[in-house]
């Protein structure tokens, strides 16, 4: 289909596009990669009076890591990301989850904080970002503010985000030693969204018990969410098979499961206890320096 008409505008700051936001109160919407809204606009599921491009602003394409933690701008590629070497290094999980998302063309285009905004249930990025402590750096007109991960993802395809703001960048703390991270996904094979995704993230004490536990599950319900019984349940343990699958079986607990022509309540259940399984085992294997668990 051809989308509704839109007005155009590719500002050359992020106060021009504030400035834009606030012309069309609400009727605007942003263009990043645009691997998520075009589709959209071409079924007509969006008609916003204006799209405001982006991809004119300076300094907005960049991964930095500064006082502990790494930064990533707007513009930034998903397919930069998967790029990173120092990413790779220190947040695995990140990284494997940029390689799934789509295909390459979307991944070249497509960008990480643009997928973040657009709070898609099934989108690969929610999940990592819950593993990952993210915050989200906000710029509108009543000025700069930072959303923590667990205030962003309001409700499908909503995020915190007002509709007079811009996302600028999303940041998150270099995980410490002792870590491991791991994606581990269940995709639509002609879509390549998650029917079910799993972001883990597992810190060891030297003892060798779980110090700290981060999971984030999407695909799964309306919302992506943070599997905090997953992770109460392992904190304080020693992370043998046993507790990794006594953790793993707590993953879609207070969740509204969603059921559909690709995978029932049940079975989607299912998966996601499998798959938080397995990327536990991924996570604490890492965390050990050992190879991967077999699949």
């Known amino acids: 289909m051809i989308p509704a008409a839109f007005e155009y505008h590719a500002p050359t700051s992020v106060d021009e596009?504030?400035?834009?936001?606030?012309r069309y109160d609400g009727e605007a919407k942003i263009l990043?990669?645009?691997?998520?809204?075009?589709p959209m606009l071409k079924l007509r599921l969006l008609q916003p009076a204006a799209l405001v491009d982006l991809g004119r602003i300076p300094n907005l394409r960049y991964i930095r890591r500064d006082d502990g933690q790494f930064t990533i701008g707007?513009?930034?590629?998903?397919a930069e990301v998967e790029a990173s070497a120092a990413l790779a290094q220190a947040a695995r999980v990140l990284v494997e989850a940029e390689g799934l998302v789509a295909d390459v063309q979307v991944r070249n285009r497509g960008?990480?904080?643009?997928?973040?905004?657009?709070?898609?249930p099934a989108g690969d990025?929610?999940?990592?970002?819950?593993?990952?402590?993210?915050?989200?750096q906000v710029q509108g007109a009543g000025g700069a503010r930072v959303v923590p991960v667990d205030e962003w993802f309001v409700d499908t395809l909503q995020s915190a985000l007002e509709p007079d703001e811009v996302l600028t960048a999303v940041r998150f703390p270099v995980p410490p030693p002792r870590t491991g991270s791991a994606y581990r996904k269940f995709e639509q094979p002609a879509s390549h969204y998650a029917l079910v995704g799993?972001?883990?993230?597992?810190?060891l004490d030297e003892a060798g018990t779980v110090a700290r536990c981060r999971v984030?599950?999407?695909?799964?319900g309306p919302v992506a969410y943070r599997a905090q019984g997953v992770e109460e349940a392992l904190v304080g343990r020693r992370p043998e098979a046993a507790a990794l699958a006594e953790a793993a079986e707590r993953a879609v607990e207070g969740v509204d499961v969603l059921g559909d022509l690709h995978a029932s309540v049940p079975y989607r259940s299912h998966l996601a206890r499998v798959y938080t399984r397995r990327a536990l085992a991924a996570a604490v294997a890492r965390a050990l320096g050992q190879p991967d668990p077999g699949e």
Not at 32 to 38: I, R
Not at 74 to 78: D, E, G, M, P, Q
Not at 125 to 136: H, M, S, T
Not at 198 to 203: E, F, G, H
């Open 216 to 220: 984030g599950i999407t695909g799964v």
């Open 17 to 22: 596009a504030i400035a834009l936001l606030q």
């Open 74 to 78: 707007a513009l930034t590629s998903h």
């Open 198 to 203: 799993v972001a883990a993230l597992v810190t």
């Open 111 to 120: 960008t990480l904080c643009g997928s973040l905004a657009h709070a898609d």
């Open 125 to 136: 990025p929610p999940a990592v970002a819950y593993a990952l402590d993210c915050e989200f």
């Open 32 to 38: 990043a990669g645009g691997h998520s809204l075009l």
